[in-house]
């Protein structure tokens, strides 16, 4: 694809998002930012959330993955759908009910300051490195595809990337991101869809021939019993029960859009009209991996050394230009649509529970959200930066790695205040948060020794939430 074609296609696309910005900012306010004035149709909330939650990770390294993994992803995913379950029934309603803007507001109401801000600092370190990983993805395709024929260098895709968000985010946040998202899951899973047909049309096959291809396919084994491997299905599936619980339900970028909607019933239905949403789409991603996988055999192409290049690689260079188009503007969806409310998120969770802005009389609160907006923006440039020169695994693996180390802390600590009456040592809190995710840490890296060969996989997770939680136990003080 030609570098004007790339440039028109995204200049179009973000011209489309700054004019829904322009329409949903119009009497906006600070409540506007954060809560989008709790008007939001559920059902709008619901197809938003599904790029927000499938992000530039699932888009390119799912399909990749599928070349090493094969289809032993889905287990995670069929543990998420109960872990959305539990969302719906239990998170949901104690949000509405306690009437907050940010959750991690639960914390200081149920044990007190310390633990309020330690739930708040371990989500502005997560949400950081989660965005940046995901941005990753997407500044690098615009490398690929744009800045790299100009002899532009990877910081300046970054810095473009992050500034075009910035426009579209700062002034109405969280009420834009409503909208934004529901275009850019629009565009993402079109996507998807297109370049199947693509593949079907070159490799001479249509519906049924495709589907004949995947369930033929070895690429095509879910189950793994291995006990010893990290891709087992008790495992993955017990794993993304929790990582669905933490990295959603306890996770202010996502919880803050279910809070936009007018009553606890509307977010509810949200959440599991969301799911079922969200299960079929990443079917239609694995099987678009196993597809990847046969158009590049039938036709002798050379795989890239990364699978995470896999897609990027024949969408540009061998699908044509209506795929190539659609791909671009499938990754830039997927990569904005969790990018922009991480940003929005980090901003509200940093304003709420940090500093407290709305209650801080006799200074412009606008202007200083606006400048805390700014610092973000550029926090999360410079961990992308970062992150480029010490990446060298798969995005979709170092993610979920990641949010077991430090999410874990978050699951342990509201699974212990709504299991139980105890009051803890607030006090004493960070300093468990800090030698929770440590512990996890050495028994991740040495696991293979001290256990026979055993590898944590997405379970490490659990490991961390229960060694905070066990914690927590022997912090207690007495009973409410």
Same mark, same amino acid.
């Given at each position: 694809?030609?570098?004007?074609?790339?440039?028109?296609?995204?200049?179009?696309?973000?011209?489309?998002?700054? &004019?829904?910005?322009?329409?949903?900012?119009?009497?906006?306010?600070?409540?506007?930012?954060?809560?989008?004035?709790?008007?939001?149709? #559920?059902?709008?909330?619901?197809?938003?959330?599904?790029?927000? !939650?499938?992000?530039?990770?699932? *888009?390119?390294?799912?399909?990749?993955?599928?070349?090493?993994?094969?289809?032993?992803?889905?287990?995670?995913?069929?543990?998420?759908?109960?872990?959305?379950?539990?969302?719906?029934?239990?998170?949901?309603? &104690?949000?509405?009910?306690?009437?907050?803007?940010?959750?991690?507001?639960?914390?200081? =109401?149920?044990?007190?300051?310390?633990?309020?801000?330690?739930?708040?600092?371990?989500? &502005?370190?997560?949400?950081?490195?989660?965005?940046?990983?995901?941005?990753?993805?997407?500044?690098?395709?615009?490398?690929?595809? *744009?800045?790299?024929?100009?002899?532009?260098?990877?910081?300046?895709?970054?810095?473009?990337?992050?500034?075009?968000?910035?426009?579209?985010?700062?002034?109405?946040? /969280?009420? =834009?991101?409503?909208? =934004?998202?529901?275009?850019?899951? =629009?565009?993402?899973?079109?996507?998807?869809?297109?370049?199947?047909?693509?593949?079907?049309?070159?490799?001479?096959?249509?519906?049924?021939?495709?589907?004949?291809?995947?369930?033929?396919?070895?690429?095509?084994?879910? #189950?793994?019993?291995?006990?010893?491997?990290?891709?087992?299905?008790?495992?993955?599936?017990?794993?993304?029960?929790?990582?669905?619980?933490?990295?959603?339900?306890?996770?202010?970028?996502?919880?803050?859009?279910?809070?936009?909607?007018?009553?606890?019933?509307?977010?509810?239905?949200?959440?599991?009209?969301?799911?079922?949403?969200?299960?079929? !789409?990443? +079917?239609?991603?694995?099987?678009?991996?196993? @597809?990847?996988?046969?158009?590049?055999?039938?036709?002798?192409?050379?795989?890239?050394?990364?699978?995470?290049?896999?897609?990027?690689?024949?969408?540009?260079?061998?699908?044509?230009?209506?795929?190539?188009?659609?791909?671009?503007?499938?990754?830039?969806?997927?990569?904005?649509?969790?990018?922009?409310?991480?940003?929005?998120?980090?901003?509200?969770?940093?304003?709420?529970? /940090?500093?407290?802005?709305?209650?801080?009389?006799?200074?412009?609160?606008?202007?200083?959200?606006?400048?805390?907006?700014?610092?973000?923006?550029?926090?999360?440039?410079?961990?992308?930066?970062?992150?480029?020169? &010490?990446?060298?695994?798969?995005?979709?693996?170092?993610?979920?790695?990641?949010?077991? *180390?430090?999410?874990?802390?978050?699951?342990?600590?509201?699974? *212990?205040?709504?299991?139980?009456?105890?009051?803890?040592?607030?006090?004493?809190?960070?300093?468990?948060?800090?030698?929770?995710?440590? @512990?996890?840490?050495?028994?991740?890296?040495?696991?293979?020794?001290?256990?026979?060969?055993?590898?944590?996989?997405?379970? /490490? @997770?659990? +490991?961390?939430?229960?060694?905070?939680?066990?914690?927590? /136990?022997?912090?207690?003080?007495?009973?409410?």
């Amino acid at each position: 694809m030609s570098p004007t074609l790339v440039f028109g296609v995204i200049a179009g696309y973000f011209l489309l998002l700054i &004019l829904i910005s322009y329409l949903t900012s119009r009497k906006s306010d600070s409540l506007t930012f954060y809560t989008g004035n709790r008007e939001s149709p #559920w059902f709008l909330v619901a197809f938003g959330m599904v790029g927000a !939650s499938l992000s530039g990770v699932t *888009f390119i390294s799912v399909p990749g993955e599928v070349g090493n993994t094969n289809w032993a992803y889905l287990q995670l995913v069929l543990g998420n759908m109960v872990g959305y379950a539990v969302i719906a029934l239990v998170l949901i309603p &104690l949000f509405y009910k306690l009437n907050l803007i940010s959750i991690y507001e639960y914390l200081k =109401t149920r044990f007190g300051n310390k633990t309020y801000l330690s739930g708040a600092t371990i989500f &502005l370190i997560s949400q950081t490195i989660g965005a940046s990983f995901r941005l990753f993805l997407a500044a690098t395709v615009l490398q690929l595809a *744009f800045f790299e024929a100009f002899g532009i260098p990877f910081y300046a895709a970054v810095f473009t990337t992050m500034v075009l968000i910035w426009l579209y985010t700062f002034k109405s946040g /969280i009420k =834009t991101i409503v909208w =934004t998202d529901t275009l850019q899951t =629009t565009f993402l899973l079109a996507a998807v869809v297109i370049c199947i047909f693509v593949i079907g049309y070159h490799l001479n096959k249509d519906g049924s021939g495709l589907m004949g291809i995947i369930a033929q396919s070895d690429r095509s084994q879910i #189950w793994v019993w291995d006990g010893n491997s990290s891709q087992n299905f008790f495992k993955m599936f017990s794993a993304g029960i929790f990582i669905t619980i933490a990295m959603n339900g306890l996770d202010q970028n996502v919880m803050q859009k279910n809070l936009t909607c007018k009553n606890q019933k509307d977010a509810q239905k949200n959440i599991f009209w969301f799911s079922i949403t969200f299960l079929f !789409s990443n +079917v239609l991603f694995l099987a678009l991996g196993v @597809l990847l996988y046969a158009y590049a055999s039938q036709f002798g192409i050379d795989l890239p050394g990364a699978t995470d290049e896999l897609f990027p690689s024949l969408a540009l260079n061998h699908f044509g230009t209506l795929a190539g188009v659609v791909f671009l503007l499938g990754i830039t969806a997927a990569a904005f649509s969790s990018a922009d409310s991480a940003l929005t998120a980090l901003t509200t969770s940093f304003c709420i529970d /940090i500093i407290d802005l709305p209650k801080r009389k006799g200074i412009n609160q606008d202007r200083v959200r606006l400048l805390i907006h700014i610092g973000f923006t550029f926090l999360v440039f410079f961990t992308i930066v970062l992150f480029n020169e &010490l990446n060298d695994r798969s995005v979709v693996s170092a993610v979920f790695k990641a949010a077991g *180390f430090t999410y874990g802390p978050l699951l342990g600590m509201f699974v *212990f205040g709504l299991t139980n009456g105890w009051q803890v040592r607030d006090r004493l809190v960070p300093f468990l948060c800090l030698v929770s995710p440590a @512990l996890s840490f050495v028994l991740d890296h040495y696991s293979e020794v001290w256990f026979s060969g055993y590898q944590f996989g997405f379970e /490490i @997770l659990l +490991v961390n939430a229960a060694i905070t939680f066990l914690g927590l /136990i022997l912090l207690k003080r007495k009973p409410i």
